[in-house]
Nanobody
């Protein structure tokens, strides 16, 4: 079982940067594909990025490609999301997730954090 706790959210101005962290428990953290999803008010949860244990990563919407970078440090059981050139439309609750399969669908992840709010002001 994996427990996940996100941190690093908050208020940032458009054009700024922010790094989210997700601390995981358990000795098998490296076995999981880790993902970031986000949910804006009134919208469905959206896949942002995922990274496998071997470091291979995939990104979701074209709007985040080139601006967001997912990474992981398995020695620290921690997942990161570096977000640059933030836009007001990036405002959402960001969730980290862990799954043995992983991928772009939320159903492929069995463990979720509680979420951290990111608000980008214009």
């Amino acid at each position: 079982q994996v427990q996940l706790v996100e941190s690093g959210g908050g208020l940032v101005q458009a054009g700024g940067s922010q790094r989210l962290s997700c601390a995981g428990s358990g000795r098998t953290f490296s076995s999981y594909t880790m993902g970031w999803f986000r949910q804006a008010p009134g919208k469905e949860r959206e896949f942002v990025a995922a990274i496998r244990g071997n470091g291979a990563s995939i990104y979701g919407p074209d709007s985040v490609k080139g601006r967001f970078t997912i990474s992981r440090d398995d020695a620290k059981n921690t997942l990161y999301l570096q977000m640059n050139s933030l836009r007001p439309e990036d405002t959402a609750v960001y969730y980290c997730a862990a799954g043995l399969r992983g991928g772009v669908f939320a159903t492929a992840y069995g463990y979720w954090g509680q979420g951290t709010q990111v608000t980008v002001s214009s």
